[in-house]
Nanobody
Framework: QVQLGESGGGLVLAGASLRLSCAVSSGTTGRYVVGWFRQAPGKEREFTAAISWSGAYTGYANSVKGRFTISRDNAKNTVFLQMDRLKPEDTAVYYC???????????????????WGQGTQVTVSS
């Protein structure tokens, strides 16, 4: 099991930036894919971004493409989500998910992930 913990959320004005971090437990060995998902009140959890083990493959939801950037530092067991030009519709709880995978791919479905963090709230005010 991969243990995850998100941080970096907060309350910002529209147009501002935030950087979320997903810390993976230091005892985790092997390759794993990480995805960021978000869930707004009354809505289902939706894909935001994902990154393969090597970082060579990334994927983004159309709603965030060009504004959000996912990256990872495997030496520090951390995955980042840089969010720029935030909009009120980006308001949600953001979760990172992980799954062990020996290949190099960025999965985009909620059911592709087996382990989840507790989430961090992002609120964008207009």
């Amino acid at each position: 099991q991969v243990q995850l913990g998100e941080s970096g959320g907060g309350l910002v004005l529209a147009g501002a930036s935030l950087r979320l971090s997903c810390a993976v437990s230091s005892g985790t060995t092997g390759r794993y894919v990480v995805g960021w998902f978000r869930q707004a009140p009354g809505k289902e959890r939706e894909f935001t971004a994902a990154i393969s083990w090597s970082g060579a493959y990334t994927g983004y939801a159309n709603s965030v493409k060009g504004r959000f950037t996912i990256s990872r530092d495997n030496a520090k067991n951390t995955v980042f989500l840089q969010m720029d030009r935030l909009k009120p519709e980006d308001t949600a709880v953001y979760y990172c998910g992980a799954r062990r995978y020996s290949g190099d791919y960025a999965f985009s479905q909620v059911n592709d992930y087996t382990d989840w963090g507790q989430g961090t709230q992002v609120t964008v005010s207009s």
